[in-house]
T-cell receptor, first 115, second 114 residues
Framework: KAGVTQTPRYLIKTRGQQVTLSCSPI?????VSWYQQTPGQGLQFLFE???????NKGNFPGRFSGRQFSNSRSEMNVSTLELGDSALYLC??????????????FGPGTRLLVL | QKEVEQNSGPLSVPEGAIASLNCTYS??????FFWYRQYSGKSPELIMS????GDKEDGRFTAQLNKASQYVSLLIRDSQPSDSATYLC??????????????FGAGTRLAVHP
């Protein structure tokens, strides 16, 4: 079974631009979570989607948004990029929200550099 | 107080030794606990999960959970240089919307030297 895939793998943007990152979960997985990882802050939770609904949201400004499609694929968008948005963005998928389904598996990440 | 706390390390152990990684969490209602390993420049990969008090073994890895003390640990037996990585502890807790949310510790960097 293929793992979680994320595109693009690397991205360079300039301040003020916007970016869209894509995540395809493991086949059959319906829950997708997004995380931001920086050397100083570690893994920070952005949001989680299940069945096209956002169920949890982390403490990030409104410039960060996401959505999930009916095939469970997910995208996240960052508008008006700032230098501090440079990070590794990780997507993780799980079967679902129930206790025996909640184990998360990570994709390879998208490394974003904002200049 | 951080929700999930780990010693950042580095924890340095000789090859063949037992590495002991510790994690404490703040939400007494948490029921699900995970250990991930992350090599430099790579994404986290799942090592194991634990849900009940006591020990759970998987190969060279043993996870230990003590809910009363709000403490999770990971033991790595016969440590190898290839085990050198950052180990992340993750704990599910109830989010404000009533759904569980996975919270990660900052990670402990393990260095196994020959």
């Amino acid at each position: 079974k293929a793992g979680v895939t994320q595109t693009p793998r690397y991205l360079i943007k300039t301040r003020g631009q916007q970016v869209t990152l894509s995540c395809s979960p493991i086949s059959g997985h319906r829950s997708v979570s997004w995380y931001q990882q920086t050397p100083g802050q570690g893994l920070q939770f952005l949001f989680e989607y299940f069945s096209e609904t956002q169920r949890n949201k982390g403490n990030f400004p409104g410039r960060f948004s996401g959505r999930q499609f009916s095939n469970s694929r997910s995208e996240m968008n960052v508008s008006t990029l700032e230098l501090g948005d440079s990070a590794l963005y990780l997507c993780a998928s799980s079967l679902g929200p129930d206790r025996d389904q909640e184990t998360q598996y990570f994709g390879p990440g998208t490394r974003l550099l904002v200049l | 107080q951080k929700e999930v706390e780990q010693n950042s390390g580095p924890l340095s152990v000789p090859e063949g030794a037992i590495a002991s990684l510790n994690c404490t969490y703040s939400d007494r209602g948490s029921q699900s606990f995970f250990w991930y390993r992350q090599y430099s420049g790579k994404s986290p990969e799942l090592i194991m999960s634990i849900y009940s008090n006591g020990d759970k073994e998987d190969g060279r890895f043993t996870a230990q959970l003590n809910k009363a003390s709000q403490y999770v640990s990971l033991l790595i037996r016969d440590s190898q240089p290839s085990d050198s990585a950052t180990y992340l502890c993750a704990v599910y807790r109830l989010g404000p919307g009533g759904y569980n949310k996975l919270i990660f510790g900052a990670g402990t960097r393990l260095a196994v030297h020959p």
